[in-house]
Every structure is written in structure tokens, then in C-alpha cells.
């Protein structure tokens, strides 16, 4: 039978220690910031998206959007398909309205309001895990054959996101958001996400598909990122009018 070298057998032995040792030697925060930067990439841009979902028992359906978005606190999400005509929703901050045709006033809703699926305007908000929650490193993991830091997420004091707890599964090669595991107050676990494809858009790296997981509602969404395009966008483009009472 073969016997592996001692010293050979040592290091095999020693590489998933000196992988989290390197893990543990990173500042939570520091990862976090490097993995936003795919956002910051995009201080105000025009995307457009497919979103497909699957449940079972149930032909998929999808939907075309453009999201005009502005800062990390305002966005316009217009809905494409023909049979949507005229339908947004705005948030801004934490404020989220949906915009139907032909009616007098906007309806307020939460900003875990569906378009789509699994898909909400949550993830339009342009949530920063670095500025919206504290971080702790929790372990090291592989995932798809990729080292990955994995950090722990609670909200920070005066914080609101949409969820109080996230894990999130960080590439240590290239900086990358992999995964994240959204939980509720509870601790029970309301989605998962795979940030499944970057690539460059117009020369800038960027999110190109990611699969949303709900957990609590049975059901798969596929949301591709299809363009970016960098544009001034005008305040106006995000104000919501209220008409006075008659």
C-alpha cells in the first residue's frame, strides 16, 4: 500500500489550518468594503433585468425591468413587459411607493413588496453590508471550488435594514459576494442567494446573475442583469406626488 511522505502527508494536513489562520488574520470590515465595490462601481446607472422564476408545479414566468438608480437610497424600478405598462415602484431612503396607471395616488408599500418571484425592491435598495451592519468572521468554507471568507451580519445601531442578521460567503482571491443567507428575527432563514456570474460591463466588472432561494415561500428566481449604463439621473426622476384630497 502506498504511504505518502511524512512531510508531504503534514502539509496536506496543515493547508485547512493555515487557510483559516489566513482567514482569521482578515478584518471582517475590510472584505466587506472590498466586495462593494462592484457597487460603487455605479453611482447612478440605468440596468436592465430579466427575472424568471420557478415554482413547483407551475410553468415559469418572468419580467423585464429598467432601475434608474441614484445613491444607495433611490431607485425607479419601471416594469417592461407590455402587459405591465406604466407600473414603478420608487424608493427612496426607506420609503418604498408603488406607481400604478391611471389611478390619483401612489400606494406606500414595504420595501419587501415582490416584483417578481422571489425578487423584491428590497434588492434594488442598493444595500451597503458594510455601512448597514456590523461584521464578525465566523469561518472559512469552500464553496464551487472557491476559498471564501464567511462573515456574520447583524444591523447596526440605528440601522434598519430588511433583514437584521445576514451570512455572507466573500471569494478571498478576487473580493467577491458568493453567497448570502438572509435571516429573520427569529434566526429562521428567509432566502438564499448565489451571486452566480460577474463580467464586465462596458469595461467595468459587475454583477451579471444572481438565484434567489425563498425559503420561506416555495420558489426559484433567476435575476440576470442584461446592461448598465452610467447616466445623470435628476432628482425629479424620484419624487412621488401625492394628489390632495377632493
Known sequence: MFRPPLFLLSRILLLPLAFASASRAQDPAAL?????????????????????????????????????????????????????????????????????????????????????GGFSAADMARTRFAEDYDAVLERADVLDRRNCAVLRLTAKAGKNPSYPVVRVWIDEKEGLYRRAVFLVSSGKTARDTTFDEYRPFHGVLSLARMTIVDTLRPGTTVVEYLDYEKKSLPDSLFEVRVAPPL
Do not use: C, Y
Open 32 to 116: 466587506l468594503r472590498r466586495a462593494e465595490r462592484v457597487k460603487d462601481a455605479w453611482p447612478e446607472v440605468v440596468i436592465t433585468l430579466r427575472v424568471t422564476t420557478t415554482k413547483p408545479g407551475v410553468s415559469p414566468a418572468g419580467g423585464m425591468f429598467s432601475v434608474e438608480a441614484k445613491g444607495r437610497d433611490k431607485s425607479r424600478i419601471r416594469f417592461l413587459n407590455p402587459s405591465d405598462a406604466g407600473k414603478s415602484v420608487v424608493q427612496v431612503g426607506d420609503e418604498v411607493w408603488l406607481v400604478l396607471p391611471n389611478t390619483r395616488n401612489p400606494i406606500r408599500v414595504p420595501k419587501s413588496h415582490r416584483l417578481e
